[in-house]
Nanobody, 116 residues
């Protein structure tokens, strides 16, 4: 079972940028789709972006036009470039492989805090 670890979170001001990384161990992203999720305190887990093994992407309306997902299979890493950040983007961000073993927002994730 592939294990995914998120990193790159931090505190930024409104309008700032961050790049999150999702690094896999114990497997690769070959023939898999990876999703980015986020959950703010008191909110539901929200799927915000996915990227397939060949680079097909999806974005939720809440982040479309501001976030960009990419992947480097040679590095076993998926990235989420987050631009024009807003306070409402404040949440714990998680990555997970889509499918029956999808962990969604389980775990600590990486915290993104956006202040105005």
């Amino acid at each position: 079972q592939v294990q995914l670890v998120e990193s790159g979170g931090g505190s930024v001001r409104s309008g700032g940028s961050l790049r999150l990384s999702c690094t896999a161990s114990g497997g690769t992203f070959t023939d898999s789709t990876t999703g980015w999720y986020r959950r703010a305190p008191g909110n539901e887990c929200e799927l915000i972006s996915t990227i397939s093994s060949v680079g097909t992407t999806y974005y939720a309306d809440s982040v479309k036009g501001r976030f960009t997902v990419s992947r480097d299979n040679a590095k076993n890493t998926v990235y989420l470039q987050m631009n024009s950040l807003k306070p409402e983007d404040t949440a714990a961000y998680h990555c997970a492989t889509l499918g029956p073993h999808n962990t969604g927002c389980w775990g600590q994730g990486t915290q993104v805090t956006v202040s105005s």
